[in-house]
Nanobody
Framework: QVRLVESGGGLVQPGGSLRLSCAASRSTFSIGWYCQAPGKERELVATITSSGFTSYADSVKGRFTISRDNAKNTVYLQMNSLKPEDTAVYYC?????????WGQGTQVTVSS
């Protein structure tokens, strides 16, 4: 069992920045973020493996950076140059032994 607790969401103006954090109760193989906007399916934003390999959705490449602190079992998502279309609930996920675990989600709203 893995518990994931997100923090760092909020309201930000277009062009602004936010940093999301997700603390896991134990180490995971891969960890990352999905987002879900109203009326849309949940989609992958970024992932990072235990060895540090990262991958990003095309829509966030060059703007978002994922990183992890293995000692703290915590993953971070630095979001820069935010756009209104980034508005969504962001869910942290972690995989371990072929199972996927989810956080409760944190709202990110980009609006002037």
């Amino acid at each position: 069992q893995v518990r994931l607790v997100e923090s760092g969401g909020g309201l930000v103006q277009p062009g602004g920045s936010l940093r999301l954090s997700c603390a896991a109760s134990r180490s995971t193989f891969s960890i990352g973020w999905y987002c879900q906007a109203p009326g849309k399916e949940r989609e992958l934003v970024a992932t990072i493996t235990s060895s540090g390999f990262t991958s990003y959705a095309d829509s966030v490449k060059g703007r978002f950076t994922i990183s992890r602190d293995n000692a703290k079992n915590t993953v971070y998502l630095q979001m820069n140059s935010l756009k209104p279309e980034d508005t969504a609930v962001y869910y942290c996920f972690g995989t371990l032994l072929s199972r996927t675990y989810w956080g409760q989600g944190t709202q990110v709203t980009v609006s002037s």
